[in-house]
């Protein structure tokens, strides 16, 4: 079994940065892609951003890309999101989850594993 568990939440205000953190135990995940989706009071689970086994190819949602990064180490089985000038409407608990499968998928039914989640707030 695989546990994630995410760090880094917080408060944080419109226009500056955060970044997420989401480490793997129980095996190495190296050979896994890694995912981070989010979900706001009242709304569905939605996708964040992925990236695949090695790094090489990620994906955003529109509503992120070109704000947000993710990354990943795979020497300290990690993976990253950061966050940069974030808006009110990225408000939300944010999942880390992870794939059996190299390459990543945009629909949460797509992944085997979930951390508990994160909040992150955005002040105006």
């Known amino acids: 079994q695989v546990q994630l568990v995410e760090s880094g939440g917080g408060l944080v205000q419109t226009g500056g940065s955060l970044r997420l953190s989401c480490a793997a135990s129980g095996r190495a995940v190296s050979t896994n892609a890694m995912g981070w989706f989010r979900q706001a009071p009242g709304k569905e689970r939605e996708f964040v951003a992925h990236?695949?086994?090695?790094?090489?190819?990620?994906n955003y949602a529109v509503s992120v890309k070109g704000r947000f990064t993710i990354s990943r180490d795979n020497a300290k089985n990690t993976q990253y999101l950061q966050m940069n000038r974030p808006i009110p409407e990225d408000t939300a608990v944010y999942y880390c989850a992870l794939r059996d499968n190299r390459w990543g998928d945009t629909r949460s039914a797509g992944w085997d594993y979930w951390g508990q989640g994160t909040q992150v707030t955005v002040s105006p």
């Open positions: 990236i695949s086994w090695r790094g090489g190819s990620t």
